[in-house]
């Protein structure tokens, strides 16, 4: 048995339910509500001790990590085959999941949230935010965080999300100018792992900001959403006020990230 704990705007679990689709895979969730901190409860810290989602238990088995579940299931679960049939190949595609684990999670984190969770923060009282806060184990993670919420677009952290980001897209452009997919002519976890990431900024309005001249990436985006397996993980698991309120509180940065990101592209810098 297949058990997801999820939350369906997590990115990190948008990646193993598309994956569980592609596999055809039939599975229990349990929600975690990331904003009543449930992520923070003792019966969950059991199961995921770093408390956050995905975490999955197949037949009593918990494994943690996004990254680390979607090649878990791979394993487990062969048909399709989501990883190169060689070594050369699944190492391009860590790169990948590396990509995304050490840089685009906290960028998309902190665009997340110096556009919309801050929002939703500010509505919060003094002592719940106090909580929030205080949640957050990990004092650079609790950093950054406060920094988001003070700064919003303007956080130094912003800043290296969407250097992160513009690294990221300009890698993705050269492999898709290849294409169709990241790795060549069968989609992997590579793109799987790079999906959720584009989605949400799409659905903040400002993937245009990386795209706009890069033909090669916005032809796979499209190719991406047009899968069944996307649409079941993410569009139909993402509310229509979800959407508008992502679209209201991200496009009105878009300008700004685009200045940011001009700014980064003026700097002189070596190889990334
Ligand atoms: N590296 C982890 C990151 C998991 C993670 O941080 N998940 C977020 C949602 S995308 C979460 O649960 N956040 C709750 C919190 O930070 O309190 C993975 O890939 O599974």
Not at 72 to 86: G, I, K, S
Not at 140 to 169: C, H
Request: hydrophobic share 40%.
């Amino acid at each position: 048995m297949l058990k997801l704990y999820s939350y369906n705007s997590s990115i990190c679990a948008q990646k193993v339910r598309i994956t569980l689709a592609e596999k055809g895979l039939s599975f229990d969730t349990e929600n975690i509500d990331l904003f009543t901190n449930e992520q923070f409860k003792p019966a969950y810290l059991k199961i995921n001790p770093k408390g956050v989602v995905p975490a999955l238990d197949h037949d009593g088995r918990i494994v943690i990590e996004s990254s680390l579940i979607c090649e878990y299931l791979d394993e487990e679960f062969p048909e399709p085959r989501l990883t190169p049939d060689d070594a050369f190949g699944r190492a391009r595609m860590r790169l990948w999941s590396k990509e995304v684990d050490e840089h685009l999670f906290e960028a998309t984190r902190e665009l997340s949230f110096s556009a919309m969770f801050r929002e939703r923060m500010r509505s919060m009282t003094e002592e719940q935010r106090a909580t929030r806060f205080n949640n957050v184990g990990d004092p650079i993670k609790r950093e950054r965080l406060m920094s988001t919420y003070a700064e919003g677009v303007e956080s130094p952290y912003v800043y290296q999300g969407i250097a992160n980001f513009e690294v990221a897209f300009a890698k993705m452009e050269k492999e898709l100018i290849k294409g169709p997919w990241l790795l060549g002519e069968r989609m992997t976890l590579a793109d799987i792992n790079m999906m959720p990431f584009v989605a949400r900024l799409n659905y903040l309005g400002l993937l245009e900001a990386w795209t706009d001249d890069r033909p090669a990436t916005k032809a796979w985006w499209e190719r991406a959403r047009a899968l069944r397996s996307f649409r079941v993980s993410i569009t139909e698991k993402t509310t229509e006020a979800e959407a508008a309120a992502m679209k209201q509180f991200g496009s009105v940065l878009l300008e700004r990230v685009r200045q940011r990101r001009d700014d980064y592209l003026r700097q002189p810098k070596a190889a990334a």
